[in-house]
């Protein structure tokens, strides 16, 4: 009984300093939720100063339009916002510039310094530098929004935000797990046999290296110079997390598309020749996988592994706009394909120039929970015609 209450009282102290006001514990509805429902078995009153923000944490994901109601499952402001950037910045419409500005300087004003975070018990000591992906989740800067942001800034070309791309890269480097990869919010996440305890979200309860995350912290090391032992370390982990077909693993974005594209996207700011035999794989499993309208489309089934991607769905605005990016990376951009998908994207593009939201393709925690990111069919067909567009001026 001592060593259970003892038990309990460590895990309520860990869960009450990091409840985060109305972002909820890690800002997102899976951690909200369980953090008001333990408080409640733990039997804070409904009253209780834990309490209050725990449930209003839970009410400021819903919305309601009146006749229907749905509760978000997280807030993306930062990693939209800095994807945005970036189409923008290739679309180059120079009216778009004050706003470019505008919305890195509050990305500026985001960036994660001296707040504690948990990464900090693998980094003692070390000095802060990324990005959330919410609007507040100061214990839980991403790397993949540290990348995006920071790669958006760098891409700016203002001197005022230098400084914060200097600091992200840091951390980022810092962040390296002994792989060679990165996760999303730690380090050397790998102990994969916690995965097969009963309440394991069935089997996405860790935070490992991917080739996702790794692929765009490698990109941004390279462009901001030096940190060459780090990105020699991790190009050899993407060179090996490559799968038999030639395609990458997507953990953050459904799925083998996702993962690709990020990859050859990576290798085409780094070292790696075009012609290289794992980029020309990758290459040609993109090509397989175009559909006969020129788009592009796979399903979450792919991460049970029943369906093979390519299959299962139509093609997605978004998920067209990841394979012509990574082709158009890796050198392809005057290919057939590559041109396809253009046209696919300029016939399904609507007359307000938005594209349809389509389905559910981008995954939480794969197997367990998804998401939709609303943006995704805005800026990324936008990012791919405009950086299609670019090579056909040249």
Known sequence: KAIREYALKKASDWITQRINGHDGLG?????????????????????????????????????????????????????DTALACLALQEEGDHVAGP??????????????????????????????????????????????????????????GAAEFMKPVELAADWIS??????????????????????????????????PPTSDVSARCAALMAQTG???????????????????????????????IYGTWSVLGALSRTRDARNE????????????????????????????GTVNPGEGIEGTSFQTAWAMLGLIDAGQGNSPEVRRGAQFLMNAQKPDGTWED??????????VFYLKYHGYSLYFPLWALASYRALRKK
């Open 27 to 79: 800002a997102r509805f899976p951690a909200r939720v369980n953090a008001h429902e333990s408080l409640q078995l733990l039997g804070f009153p409904p009253g209780h100063p834990y309490r209050l923000p725990t449930k209003q944490a839970l009410k400021d994901l819903v919305l309601d339009s009146g006749s229907s109601a749905y509760c978000q499952p997280c807030m993306s402001p930062v990693w």
């Open 99 to 156: 706003k470019i500005h505008a919305a890195l300087k509050w990305l500026k004003g985001k960036q994660i310094i001296d707040a504690p975070g948990d990464w900090q018990d693998n980094h003692p000591g070390a000095k802060g530098g990324g990005w959330a992906f919410q609007f507040n989740n100061p214990r839980y800067p991403d790397l993949d929004d540290t990348a995006v942001v920071a790669w958006a800034m760098l891409r700016s």
């Open 174 to 207: 810092l962040m390296q797990s002994r792989n060679g990869g990165f996760g999303a919010f730690d380090s050397d996440m790998t102990r994969y046999y916690l995965n097969e305890i009963p309440f394991a979200d069935h089997g996405a309860l860790l935070d």
């Open 226 to 256: 030096g940190r060459e032992k780090e990105i020699e370390a991790c190009l050899a982990y993407l060179r090996g997390e490559q799968e038999p077909d030639g395609s990458w693993f997507g953990r953050w974005g459904t799925n083998y």
């Open 277 to 304: 035999f794992h980029i020309r794989r990758g290459v040609a499993w993109l090509k397989r996988k175009q559909q006969p309208d020129g788009s592009w489309g796979e399903c979450c089934e792919t991460y049970f």
């Open 358 to 367: 389509e389905s559910f393709t981008a995954p939480g925690f794969p197997r």
